[in-house]
């Protein structure tokens, strides 16, 4: 009889290797996914609270495996981080938001595209040529295109103040992702120029709840408000979310209650049908 100790010490070392080999391989995987075109974008609509209008879109990326099988942003966009690989995806995604969207954009000059950046695409010298391609390739006005970052992108607020002011200068938008959730403190958002807070999901969850952070959301409002920065609510998935919101002044939602990310055709038809209905 084999020892216990022994079997679980080789299954072990049998799953660790596997966990190396797939960790290791995912980095070549993504290389290989941009360059059989594998990423693609889903749009999620962004509803105007006072009127019910779909006004914009956030663009979010997918990763469909040769399997078919789908992988979620959460899972890929971390190790693209690490392994030197966002730039390449953030250039693909500019790419996929102009054959997506460029067309309906320029019909459309009230629309808006939210596009999502990694703390690494603030600092690389390509971000201000890609946004200029996107608007110069498409014929959309950069106050059409938003960016989102997150408050773990703007650890260094020196180092981005001035990239976000050229960004901004050239008449783009800019949104802090995920608002609650960092490093939020009053005086990183008086150095920078945004334009938009988006109020964290895990706030919104806890609306009309018995949560401990179920007053957070008031304290956010009236931050925004003070710094007259515009809100978009995130992960709205009820009527009572949208009517609270909606009361307390924040002017713009997402969430599964208005709409789920879908393929930009099928934003384009939906937002046809209510146009006519
Ligand atoms: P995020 O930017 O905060 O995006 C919101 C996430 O919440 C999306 O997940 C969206 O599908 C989901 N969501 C929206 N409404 C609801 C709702 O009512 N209920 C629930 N339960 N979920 C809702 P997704 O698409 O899986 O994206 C996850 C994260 O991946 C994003 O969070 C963003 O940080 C990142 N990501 C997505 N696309 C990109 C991209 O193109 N570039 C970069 N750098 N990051 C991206
Ligand atoms: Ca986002
Ligand atoms: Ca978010
Ligand atoms: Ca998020």
């Known amino acids: 009889l084999v020892p216990v100790g022994i079997v679980a010490g080789v299954v072990l070392a049998i799953a660790v290797l596997l966990l190396a080999r797939t960790q290791m391989a995912i980095p ?3 290389k290989s996914g941009l360059k059989r075109r594998q990423f693609f974008l889903l749009y999620q609509p ?20 040769p399997g078919g099988e789908l992988i979620m942003p959460d899972f890929f966009i971390p190790l693209a981080e690490q392994n030197g690989l966002i ?31 990694s703390a690494a695409d603030l600092h690389s010298p390509h971000l201000l040529t890609l946004l200029d391609g996107l608007s110069a390739e498409t ?20 180092a981005v103040r001035q990239v976000l002011h050229d960004v901004r200068a050239k008449g783009f938008r800019i949104a802090i992702d995920d608002f609650g959730t960092g490093y939020s403190s009053l005086s990183y958002l008086e ?10 999901k895990s706030f919104i969850d806890a609306i009309a709840t018995e949560a401990p952070t179920s007053n957070v959301v008031h304290h956010i409002i009236g931050m925004a408000k ?3 920065l515009r809100m978009i609510a ?23 209650l208005f709409g789920k990310a879908m393929p930009f055709t099928e934003l384009e038809q939906q937002m046809l049908g209510r146009a006519t209905a």
């Open 28 to 30: 070549a995987a993504i």
């Open 234 to 256: 995130e992960g709205v998935e009820t009527q009572e979310q949208a009517h609270f919101l909606r009361e307390r002044g924040v002017e713009f939602a997402q969430g599964w």
């Open 46 to 65: 962004v509803v105007d609270l006072a009127t019910g209008e779909w006004v914009g879109a956030e663009a979010l990326i997918r990763w469909r495996r």
């Open 191 to 200: 150095a920078l120029e945004v334009d938009y807070l988006k109020i964290d």
């Open 139 to 158: 014929g959309v006005s950069p106050h059409n295109v938003l960016v989102e970052i997150t408050e773990r992108g703007l650890v260094n607020v020196d």
């Open 226 to 228: 003070s710094l007259e």
């Open 87 to 117: 730039e390449q995806l953030t250039h693909c995604v500019f790419q996929l938001v102009a054959r997506d969207a460029g067309t309906f954009m320029q019909r459309h000059p009230a629309f808006h595209i939210a596009i999502n950046l």
